[in-house]
């Protein structure tokens, strides 16, 4: 017991306890104000989903977004957007993110002070927008590249962040001969939100940031337009109509969350719809 030591050596004991609890109330402080989770976790959406979020909510019991539209605010935005890559910390400042348009951001018009003060409670773990940020500066301060990829195709474009499609512009030798498909309707990554007019914003600003140091062959050109392939080949007319009618939906309730395009036509009309009535699971596998 500390009564039995000398008055010297116990006096010291007790100032050192006295730090030690401070040091254990302010651990706790901090905790309350961060998300406790394993620094060499990569997160991903359901780490975030099951993992993080839970403890935000204890926090913020006022809390009244869905996981996922916190999630592609910051993946696509806060961390994923291009201009987070020209950024000293690989995601963009309060004021930038809430300078954000509603074009840029159509999906959100709540409090987006709200959301970055939930992704400041998760600066110091990693994900994939830090992979990107991390290879997109390196390869920004070599003049010439030791390799050369000449050509790239990129399928589900829709799918992808700005910041990792302006990585794969910065890697292509020539960027104008490369080639993008998808379709916004259908989008099926949490955590991305992307139009192809967004294209023409990427290769406006690589024009800008790589060609002036040579780092690229010729003059990247902003696209000046889309293409779209209207024939389908893999349904009939009356489940294209029946699809076109949700994405009609789609627009005008997100009219800024997808490309408008003209609707898919198909070669034949079909067979026409069945209902089917069934109690067991084997008459529905006939």
């Known amino acids: 017991p500390l009564s039995k030591l000398p008055e010297e050596i116990s006096e010291t004991l007790d100032i050192e306890l006295r730090k ?27 780490v975030f989903e099951e993992t993080i979020w839970p403890q935000i909510k204890r926090q913020h019991n006022k809390m009244k977004y869905h996981p996922s539209l916190v999630w592609m605010e910051i993946v696509s935005f806060i961390k994923g957007s291009v201009e987070a890559l020209h950024t000293d910390k690989g995601y963009l400042s309060e004021k930038d993110y809430l300078d954000i348009g ?10 987006r002070s709200i959301i970055y003060n939930t992704f400041k409670k998760m600066i110091g773990m990693f994900d994939t927008c830090d992979l990107v940020y991390n290879i997109y500066n390196r390869l920004q301060v070599i003049d010439t590249l030791e390799w050369s990829i000449h050509e790239v195709y990129v399928d589900e474009t829709q799918d992808f962040t ?17 080639f993008f498909t998808g379709d916004t309707a259908q989008s099926i990554l949490r955590g991305v939100s992307f139009r192809f007019q967004d294209l023409k914003s990427l290769f406006y600003m690589a024009g800008k940031t790589l060609q002036p140091v040579g780092k690229t062959k010729g003059v ?23 699809a076109s009618s949700i ?28 209902l089917v009535e069934s109690s067991k699971m084997t008459d529905l596998a006939i």
Do not use: W
């Open 220 to 242: 990247i050109n902003v696209p000046k337009g889309l293409y779209q392939l209207t024939h389908n080949y893999r349904s009939h007319t009356g489940i294209l109509t029946l």
């Open 247 to 274: 994405v009609r939906i789609m627009e005008r309730l997100f009219p800024e969350s997808l490309d408008v395009l003209k609707p898919d036509v198909g070669l034949f009309s079909g067979p026409k719809p069945v």
């Open 102 to 111: 509603r074009k840029r951001a159509a999906n959100f018009a709540g409090d």
């Open 20 to 46: 030690v609890e401070q040091h254990k109330e302010h651990h706790v402080e901090v905790i309350d104000e961060c998300v406790n989770l394993d620094p060499r976790k990569e997160v991903t959406y359901e």
């Open 162 to 178: 700005q910041a990792e499609l302006a990585l794969l512009i910065r890697c292509c030798q020539n960027p104008n001969i490369m």
